[in-house]
């Protein structure tokens, strides 16, 4: 009786702490946390009450009191890392300090995780030592903190052949997706190619992109630098659809497409053309053009330049773009509007051989036009091109050149004809179109580089008006290692590993030395 008495309280003690880790850990109500906090709570009044006559007698002594001051002290700091444990899982704060936000979400994903509405569900067929299953685990678990929505579980197809036979998995590292009754499936463990997936599963209408072909414009199939096929693979992965479009001899562009896209046209359009182009526009369609110096193209011209977006006959000029792009044709773009397609854009971007690109100051048919991307105050337009082509010289001329910032892109939008939308296929009641004076910075050479790519995809994303698609896109993965002189390794190793152990040791001997020493 007197051995129970004693670990009574103890036990009570003990069981109410377990109970409260168990909470502060699986934030839970059930009998996981409510069993031991009971047994505690009967164990700690039962020990209370056998021990209330003892503990009269004894609470006089130093001893005792001492006891239960290291008890008191003991249960006080239980106490607060529960409360910690507790208000920290509820409550929760992640910081990412690495330079390419490594372990955050882009803005891309996370708008579109905002507007998923139904469970979206991912099967991963991993065995425990599958190359790449943490990774896909803790990419998961940010997508799982952004949306509710987000359901996922791990499947090894060894142990469980029977799931694996009904998605007819056929390798280790399968990862299936799914949502309202589709499915696809991937190998790749990044964040581009899980958010693209959710895409497709969650989205059912495929916009379509045609690109106009017949006037020498670049291909969406050519891999060689100059082609634009990284284009078409970038398009494909957000869902779209991608097809050429000869538009010779058309008299309405087909129903079908979402956005016209003239990248790079070395001969001009036919009267015909542009006059199905401008139908195509008054109807609420929506217009791509990526032009290029030189060249003389008065329909198409004409066609942009009733949209309140007027084209230089220049070539822009980079002094710094010499430093950074290797040649001072190639303008560099580090100044962005507040427009949609551009706002919060903090990325350079790189335009090799461009015109300059300007609004109207009145245009007309109620056109809204503004300069979207700008070079800075260290570029001009050169207008004697035939020095730059000749001679390989030019110089700013203040009467014939026109002065930094150059604008390079400009967006228009023009109400559409509302008798043609209400009985048409278009979903707006605006027009809206984006000119570039450069196509090479949307090319397999230079897609990738800088702020580029998210440019041209933030455009498509407007024209197509899917707002959510407008972003910063998932990043490559950037491991940078730590690298260290000799000495800052010597202070790494000497300063936490024999230092800091040392100097713990040192006053623990010092105190037990005079602990010893004192009467």
Not at 98 to 109: M, P
Not at 305 to 331: C, K, Q, S, W, Y
Not at 439 to 455: E, H, Q, R, T, W
Request: glycine share 8%; proline share 4%; net charge negative.
């Amino acid at each position: 009786m007197e051995l129970f008495r004693k670990i009574l309280g103890p036990l009570g003690l003990a069981l109410i702490l377990i109970g409260g880790v168990i909470y502060g850990i699986f934030y839970t109500s059930g009998s996981r946390a409510v069993i031991p906090l009971l047994l505690g709570l009967v164990c700690t009044i039962a020990a209370v009450t056998l021990n209330l006559r003892s503990s009269r007698s004894e609470a006089s002594r130093r001893s005792t009191r001492l006891g239960l001051n290291a008890g008191a002290s003991i249960v006080f700091f239980a106490a607060i890392l529960i409360f910690l444990q507790t208000f920290s899982t509820r409550y929760n704060a992640r910081f990412d300090t690495t330079s390419n936000r490594r372990f955050s979400l882009a803005r891309q994903t996370e708008n579109i995780l905002a507007d998923l509405e139904r469970e979206i569900r991912f099967t991963c067929f991993f065995k425990e030592t599958t190359t790449g299953k943490k990774e896909l685990e803790d990419l998961l678990k940010e997508y799982r903190n952004s949306s509710s929505f987000i359901v996922y579980q791990f499947v090894d197809p060894d142990k469980d052949p029977v799931a694996a036979r009904r998605y007819e998995i056929q390798s280790y590292g399968t990862i299936v997706v799914e949502s309202g009754g589709l499915q696809e499936k991937i190998h790749e463990i990044s964040e581009g190619e899980i958010t693209n997936t959710i895409l497709k599963v969650t989205r059912t209408d495929r916009k379509k992109i045609c690109f106009v072909t017949g006037h020498g414009e670049k291909s969406i199939d050519d891999t060689d630098p100059e082609g634009i096929n990284k284009l078409k693979e970038a398009i494909l992965a957000e869902n779209y659809e991608v097809e050429e479009l000869l538009a010779m001899g058309e008299e309405d562009i087909p129903v079908d497409c979402e956005i016209l896209v003239v990248a790079a046209a070395e001969k001009d359009l036919f009267p015909s053309e542009r006059a199905a182009i401008a139908r195509y526009l008054s109807e609420g369609g929506a217009l791509l053009v990526l032009l290029e110096p030189i060249l003389a193209l008065p329909e198409l011209y004409g066609l942009v330049e009733e949209r309140g977006i007027t084209i230089g006959d220049d070539v822009v000029i980079d002094r710094f773009g010499r430093v950074l792009a290797g040649n001072f044709l190639t303008p560099i773009v580090n100044q962005y509007s507040a427009h949609p397609i551009t706002e919060g854009f903090a990325h350079a971007s790189f335009f090799p051989q461009a015109r300059s690109i300007g609004t109207r100051e009145n245009p007309e048919g109620g056109a809204a036009v503004e300069i979207i991307a700008s070079t800075g105050e260290s570029a001009y337009a050169e207008t004697d091109i035939d020095a730059i082509l000749e001679e390989g010289k030019t110089q700013f001329e203040g009467e014939k050149d026109l002065a930094g910032p150059v604008g390079l892109a400009a967006v228009s939008t023009i109400p559409a004809d509302t008798n043609a939308v209400n009985g048409s296929r278009r979903r707006g009641l605006n027009s809206r179109a984006v000119v570039f004076g450069d196509s090479d910075f949307a090319s397999n050479s230079y897609l990738d580089l800088g702020g580029n790519k998210d440019l041209i995809m933030n455009t498509i994303g407007w024209l197509a008006e899917e707002e959510d698609l407008i972003a910063i896109r998932p990043k490559d993965e950037l491991t940078q290692p730590v690298m260290l002189t000799a000495r800052q390794g010597r202070i790494v190793f000497w300063l936490p590993v024999v230092l800091l152990p040392a100097a713990a040791g040192a006053a623990g001997i010092a105190v037990a030395v005079r602990r010893k020493r004192s009467p």
